[in-house]
């Protein structure tokens, strides 16, 4: 009990962090924070952070990063990290950037009371720009989609969607399954 009680302490705290921007008219105009594999997610469990998801050929990547997303108009910022893997190998290192907001579906708070109310499962998908800093392919850059799925007890994300990520890199490889991690929208 104590445990879960510093938990939802750290996560007000945390969320408190995040900037709350003026009132608009047009109530289809929200802002959200993301959070994906790092801040406050890490002491929620062992496994918290970096997310990570693997390709069918068995690669993974490990993704943290954060932003800030606007529905109308559509528009993300932010950026972080991934590590591609080869099993124990790293195969590239680098950044990633969010270039462009693609999709948003807000699924709402958790029923669970003691989650704040700003905190919002969901799934978006970013345009992202990667950079390759260390490993065999520095240099590379490329293009891809970023999936970001948050669960949250009570609220229901549409479709088979698993809470994580998953990136597809332009014409290269395919992150298409989740394997640990914790993500977060922050509605502002």
Do not use: Y
Not at 108 to 113: H, R, W
């Amino acid at each position: 009990m104590f445990r879960r009680l510093i938990l939802v302490a750290t996560l007000v705290i945390a969320l408190g962090a995040f900037e709350v921007p003026t009132a608009s008219a047009d109530s289809s105009n929200e802002t959200f924070g993301f959070l994906a594999g790092t801040g406050f997610l890490c002491e929620l469990a062992a496994n918290g952070c970096p997310d990570v998801s693997r390709a069918d050929n068995g690669d993974t990547i490990q993704i943290t990063g954060s932003g800030v997303l606007t529905t109308s108009p559509k528009t993300a910022s932010g950026g972080g990290t991934f590590v591609h893997k080869r099993g124990s190998t790293t195969v590239a290192s680098g950044t990633w950037k969010a270039t462009d907001l693609l999709s948003f579906q807000d699924a709402g708070p958790s029923t669970d009371l003691s989650i704040p109310r700003s905190a919002h499962a969901g799934t978006a998908l970013f345009a992202v720009h990667l950079a390759v800093t260390g490993g065999p392919a520095t240099g590379l850059q490329a293009d891809g989609v970023l999936r970001v799925t948050c669960e949250l007890p009570g609220a229901s994300v549409p479709g088979a969607k698993s809470e994580g990520v998953r990136l597809v890199v332009d014409d290269l490889i395919n992150f298409n399954k989740e394997v640990s991690g914790f993500t977060v929208f922050i509605k502002q």
